[in-house]
């Protein structure tokens, strides 16, 4: 018989910690909720290791403002952010704090399912599949400079209308850079092409001049 595996659920909104609580549950997991991000880090040092779901906009202490605090800490268990819908900028900078993933609510059950799966890969296996940094230098290779320069804007938190302003091109030919960007490296999602473009240190260059 396997043990239940334990996720902190933090969101001051009881309806979510009672909706998701009862998924999540009904998924096999053990759920601890708390009702503030500040009352999750009194507790922290005592809990059972987990994955942790992190609302952003809460009061007192807002989810990155947690994850920050965590990590002064030094508490390796692995986040997911959870964020409201479009919030491009706050799932960059909790990308860059670490987090394993962020999802835009309302979610859908089986992607944030596939979160915590992930979220648990990390906290059994120290080494990420895709966390080389050589590995990620080989995928962003792949890429021509334009997909690198949108690569950069989303890295860099920009929507698709500001990547096209600042490149100088149709938000349509953004569109068309972005879904080759995941086609080449090889993901489904945001999160992980992010994950592959701060592995390889994209985040720190300037991009290339632009083009038509």
């Known amino acids: 018989m396997t ?12 309806s979510i910690r009672r909706s998701a609580g009862f998924m999540l ?3 096999g997991y053990d759920v601890k909720a708390y009702a503030s991000g500040v009352e ?34 030094g508490v390796a268990m692995p986040v997911i ?3 409201g819908h479009g919030d491009i900028n706050t799932a960059v900078a909790a990308m860059k704090q670490g987090a394993v993933d962020f999802i835009e609510k309302p979610f859908e059950k089986a ?19 895709v966390s080389s940094e050589h ?3 080989v995928r962003i290779a792949a890429l021509t400079a334009r997909e690198r320069d949108v690569l950069r804007g989303l890295v860099r938190g920009h929507p698709n209308k500001t990547i096209a302003y600042d490149l100088g091109i149709s938000p349509r030919t953004v569109e068309v850079h972005r879904a080759n960007v995941m086609s080449k490296l090889g993901v489904r999602s945001l999160s992980e092409a ?11 260059e300037e ?6």
């Open 135 to 137: 590995e990620a230098q």
């Open 25 to 27: 549950r009904t998924s």
């Open 3 to 14: 043990e239940k595996r334990t996720i902190h659920l933090v969101d001051d909104e009881e």
């Open 207 to 212: 991009a290339s001049p632009a083009k038509a």
């Open 111 to 129: 992607l944030l399912l596939r979160a915590i799966e992930a979220a648990f890969e990390r906290l059994n296996h120290s080494a990420e599949v």
């Open 40 to 73: 999750f880090l009194k507790e922290v040092k005592g809990v059972e290791p987990g994955c942790i779901l992190l609302d952003v906009r809460m009061p007192e202490m807002d989810g990155l403002e947690v994850q920050a605090e965590l990590n002064a800490r």
């Open 81 to 83: 952010v959870l964020t």
């Open 194 to 204: 992010l994950r592959i473009a701060f592995s390889a240190g994209l985040e720190g």
